[in-house]
């Protein structure tokens, strides 16, 4: 079984920052893109910012400038360094992977992991 857990939520005035975690454990033999979404009350869940397994970034527009994913494969985290805060990035925060995994005589490639979810609240 493949876990995800997210760290780094919580309250902040606008105009600060937060910096979210999430660490992937479990029958993991190698991660190809990890990634962060959000989703806001009445709205969709949506795309903030991706890493491949080779280091490319993929940021939404709204993000682009403020926000800075990273990872560390020895540790199987990814990180999402979140500056500029604005009420509109108010949201649940999720944590996504996509990953290759083993067990017993098998290996399965390409299976995608969600996490919970954080949330963070941005004060105007």
């Known amino acids: 079984q493949v876990q995800l857990v997210e760290s780094g939520g919580g309250l902040v005035q606008a105009g600060g920052s937060l910096r979210l975690s999430c660490a992937a454990s479990?029958?993991?033999?190698?991660?190809?893109?990890m990634g962060w979404y959000r989703q806001s009350p009445g709205k969709e869940r949506e795309l903030v910012a991706t890493i491949s397994s080779g280091g490319s970034l993929t940021y939404a527009d709204t993000v682009q400038g403020r926000f800075t994913i990273s990872r560390d494969n020895a540790k199987n985290t990814v990180y999402l360094q979140m500056n500029s805060l604005t009420s509109e990035d108010t949201a649940v925060y999720y944590c996504?992977?996509?990953?290759?995994?083993?067990?017993?005589?098998?290996?399965?490639?390409?299976?995608?992991?969600w996490g919970k979810g954080t949330l963070v609240t941005v004060s105007s």
């Open positions: 479990g029958n993991i033999f190698s991660i190809n893109a």
């Open positions: 996504n992977i996509n990953a290759n995994v083993e067990g017993s005589g098998y290996r399965r490639y390409g299976i995608m992991y």
